[in-house]
């Protein structure tokens, strides 16, 4: 069975920092590009931040570029998302998710999903 599991939500205050983790049971993430949604209450969802696996080509929303950094390590098939001066408006359940199409493909119909981790920011 082909799962995604993240971890690394929780509680921060505005300003902190967060990294959340991304990683794969039933497949290896070597042939995915990789990609992190989120969801916030009574909104779409939206697409935050993605890589490549061939090329480590990178796509950050313009809501979050020059805060969040993703990156992917292989030899432990693993993606993170490292989110610094993190805003109220970041608060949402945040989702990894996978497509064997490129980021393309992942931006607009990814083929695998997590079940989600809540990140909140809040004083």
């Known amino acids: 069975q082909v799962q995604l599991v993240e971890s690394g939500g929780g509680l921060v205050q505005p300003g902190g920092s967060l990294r959340l983790s991304c990683a794969p049971s039933?497949?290896?993430?070597?042939?995915?590009?990789i990609g992190w949604f989120r969801q916030a209450p009574g909104k779409e969802r939206e697409g935050v931040s993605c890589?490549?696996?061939?090329?480590?080509?990178?796509y950050y929303a313009n809501s979050v570029k020059g805060r969040f950094i993703i990156s992917r390590d292989n030899a432990k098939d693993t993606v993170y998302l490292q989110m610094n001066s993190l805003k109220p408006e970041d608060t949402a359940v945040y989702y990894c998710?996978?497509?064997?199409?490129?980021?393309?493909?992942?931006?607009?119909?990814?083929?695998?999903w997590g079940q989600g981790t809540q990140v909140t920011v809040s004083s």
């Open positions: 890589i490549n696996n061939y090329d480590g080509k990178t």
């Open positions: 039933g497949f290896a993430l070597d042939y995915y590009a």
């Open positions: 998710a996978a497509s064997s199409r490129g980021l393309a493909g992942l931006l607009l119909s990814p083929e695998n």
